[in-house]
Nanobody, 127 residues
Framework: QVQLVESGGGLVQAGGSLRLSCAASGRTFSSFAMGWFRQAPGKEREFVAAISSSGGDTGYADSVKARFSISRDNAKNTVYLQMNNLKPEDTAVYYC????????????????????WGQGTQVTVSS
C-alpha cells in the first residue's frame, strides 16, 4: 500500500511561483516513476509532468513546458513540482500519482499508467 500526500498549494498572483511537494510512504518509492496531474472545475483530470524512477527522464504537457519542472529526492521519498510564471489557467487541484512502471513508457501521460493517487492540493492563480 502506498500513500501520497501533497502540499504546497495556495493562492498566488499571475507571474508568481509555487513549489508542490508529494511525500510518499513505503519502501518502493525509488522503484517507480511518478507524475503530477491537475483537474480544474468542470474539466477532466489532465497530465502535467512525469519523472522516471531515477529522475533521469522527464516529460511535460505542452501547456506547462518551460514553466514547470518536476524533480524527486528518493532519499526523502518526495517528488516536487516547481511552477514558475503561473497563469490563471493553471488554477486547479494538483494530484501526484505513482506510475505502474520504473521508466516513462510511451503512454506516461495517460491516467491508467498510474495506480496510486494523492488527495490533491489546490492551486489558485489570480489575474
Amino acid at each position: 500500500q502506498v500513500q501520497l500526500v501533497e502540499s504546497g498549494g495556495g493562492l498566488v498572483q499571475a507571474g508568481g511561483s509555487l513549489r508542490l511537494s508529494c511525500a510518499a510512504s513505503g519502501r518502493t518509492f525509488s522503484s517507480f516513476a511518478m507524475g503530477w496531474f491537475r483537474q480544474a472545475p468542470g474539466k477532466e483530470r489532465e497530465f502535467v509532468a512525469a519523472i522516471s524512477s531515477s529522475g533521469g527522464d522527464t516529460g511535460y504537457a505542452d501547456s506547462v513546458k518551460a514553466r514547470f519542472s518536476i524533480s524527486r529526492d528518493n532519499a526523502k521519498n518526495t517528488v516536487y513540482l516547481q511552477m514558475n510564471n503561473l497563469k490563471p489557467e493553471d488554477t486547479a487541484v494538483y494530484y501526484c500519482a505513482k506510475n505502474r512502471y520504473q521508466l516513462l513508457g510511451g503512454s506516461y501521460y495517460s491516467l491508467d499508467q498510474y495506480n496510486y493517487w494523492g488527495q490533491g492540493t489546490q492551486v489558485t492563480v489570480s489575474s
